[in-house]
């Protein structure tokens, strides 16, 4: 008679969860030991680091990553990340640990009050009632993850594993399920006519456009209209390509600066970004008087919170497709990105390095493929400005801020996608809420280039406080004492630390041409200047 946990492991193939990324404890150990050998196990040395790199796999492959977690203490450390995962639409199938069943009424060592730890942010939490539950909760959180997207989480009872199955045993659950998500032609049409009728249109590009078909379908929009797009602000993710003479940055961080910018634009189309994400609120109103705001997505909840006259919920691409066909060709006083201000660090050798150095002199040599991963507080603009995404996945950041996803994160996208060549530039502050990540790179092999800006400490804080009040600073102290490059080391990172222009520029010109192929992680610590101006 096969057991739940033989079950649930066939069950695992079935979906390809093939891979399980996990940080076990006593509560797991009766589903890991004697673990197959066609399931690769992946440890992350932090429940943070474990979600982080299913995070980055989930993405890059657009396929759910089953993840396992230890009881309160796993699920707890895992809450931020898991929110990220949620924020960033990656699906997950998260398996957490229970106490033994028969006995949970006491409440003994290792029971967890788990079903509300990670509040709302899960797009579903099950506990089976019987242990014969377990696999069907499986696979029902399979569905739920990805069409969801999100975490799905399914609560175990350790002795559930080793129980029998029962015999035939049924998942409930289809095993295959078509979603349709076209939208009609009447739906299409009367976003085409406000669009007809704009004197100015302008395009917001967001996350959910970052697919190859949404990319091109975007950019026919676009050349159709023969407007602007800017790329919305806080994105997971790019959505247009960053090199397109239609391109013309990203929407600022604030209200008025945000309302500024789009002045000018009698009809505003977001596609499939929400209507916005800036972050500083200032008195006034989100978009000029008369401004009509529109929204094509395929995530319900985010048009139900989005301020516009019309919200399409549909599938990006296709709507993007057939807008481009029936819309006249437009030509519009088409405004010339900003040129990136040529700034060669070679004429400033004897300078202390700035973050843009750093980003410029990536740019130089990064190819159009590689995937970038932002966490760069303080310098995220001029990030932006530098460090342009060129392919879908060419840019992938926190979309709600939390730090401590970059390093992670990176490792599974390079997992998922060994031909890319993966790069995670990353504060120094930042680098260290999940720093252990490190050793999972080098241990499962992943080519990643970890550049770590050192500035000696939280410098957006700094500037924060300045803000908040002129001459004023907040009570945390510089960190100018951490040796990025040793920390690395001793997880079995091979680094290096650069100060100066030409030590930077000798780095790259070695390092960046095996990205594509390395299997071996470098850290490149840098150390850099910390900004005296900051407007995100
Ligand atoms: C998990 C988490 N804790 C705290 C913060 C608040 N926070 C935002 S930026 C920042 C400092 C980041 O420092 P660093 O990575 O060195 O970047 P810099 O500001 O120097 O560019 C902190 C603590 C956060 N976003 N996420």
């Not at 492959?61 to 230890?70: Q, S």
């Not at 800036?278 to 985010?302: H, I, K, W």
Request: some cysteine; aromatic content about 6%.
């Amino acid at each position: 008679m096969p057991s739940v946990r033989d079950v649930t492991l066939d069950l695992l193939r079935e979906r390809r969860l093939t891979r399980i990324f996990a940080n076990p404890g006593s509560t797991e150990v009766p589903f890991l030991t004697g673990f197959p050998e066609d399931i690769e196990f992946v440890l992350g040395l932090h429940e943070g680091a474990v979600v982080g790199m299913a995070t980055g796999w989930a993405i890059a492959t657009d396929e759910p990553a089953f993840v396992m977690l230890h009881t309160t203490a796993g699920l707890g450390n895992a809450v931020g990340a898991l929110a990220t995962a949620r924020v960033n639409r990656a699906p997950l199938v998260v398996v957490v640990g229970q106490q033994d069943r028969r006995h949970l009424e006491l409440e003994p060592f290792l029971t967890g009050r788990l079903s509300g730890l990670a509040g709302d942010y899960p797009v579903s939490v099950a506990e089976p009632v019987r242990a014969q539950d377990v696999p069907a909760l499986i696979d029902r959180a399979w569905h739920e993850a990805r069409w969801d997207r999100g975490p799905a989480l399914v609560i175990v009872p350790m002795n559930d594993w080793l129980e029998e199955a029962g015999e035939p045993h049924e998942l409930v659950s289809p095993r295959r399920v078509l979603r349709g998500a076209l939208a009609s032609a009447t739906q299409v049409a009367a976003l085409a006519e406000l669009l007809d009728g704009a004197a100015a249109p302008a395009l917001v590009a967001g996350a959910l456009a970052d697919t190859p078909a949404a990319w091109s379908a975007v950019v026919s929009l676009a050349e159709r209209l023969d407007c602007p797009v800017w790329q919305e602000s806080f994105g997971a993710r790019a959505g247009f390509p960053q090199d397109h003479p239609l391109f013309a940055g990203h929407l600022p961080a604030d209200r008025t600066r945000l309302r500024r910018t789009l002045a000018g634009h009698d009809v505003i189309l977001s596609v499939a970004a929400p209507v916005f994400r800036q972050y500083r609120f200032d008195a006034g109103p989100l978009v000029e008087p008369g401004t009509s705001l529109a929204l094509v997505t395929e995530d319900a909840t985010e048009a139900h919170r989005s301020p516009v006259a019309l919200a399409l919920v549909a599938d990006v691409a296709d709507v993007c497709r057939q807008l481009a066909e029936r819309l006249p060709q437009r030509t519009g006083a088409v405004r010339e990105p900003p040129a990136p201000e040529p700034d060669p660090i070679e004429a400033r050798s004897d300078a202390p390095l700035r973050a843009r150095d750093v980003f410029d002199a990536l740019a130089a040599r990064l190819p159009a493929d590689a995937v970038v991963i932002e966490e760069t507080p303080s310098s995220k603009p001029d990030l932006h400005a530098a460090l342009r995404a060129r392919a879908p996945l060419g840019f992938l950041s926190a979309a709600m801020g939390g730090l401590g996803f970059a390093l992670p994160a990176a490792a599974g996208v390079r997992m998922a996608l060994p031909e890319r060549p993966v790069v995670a530039v990353v504060g120094d502050g930042s680098s260290l809420y999940s720093i252990q990540s490190l050793w999972s790179a080098q241990r499962y092999r992943c080519g990643v280039l970890y550049v770590v800006l050192n500035n000696g400490g939280y410098a957006v804080m700094d500037r924060l406080a300045e803000a908040q009040r002129a001459g004023e600073r907040g009570p945390w102290p510089v960190i100018d004492d951490v040796d990025y490059a040793a920390l690395a080391g001793a997880f079995g990172c091979p680094a290096e630390r650069v100060e100066t222009g030409e030590q930077l520029q000798q780095a790259l010109g070695r390092l960046v041409p095996t990205l594509a192929v390395r299997d071996e992680p470098f850290l490149l610590e840098v150390v850099v200047e910390p900004g005296e101006r900051f407007e995100p």
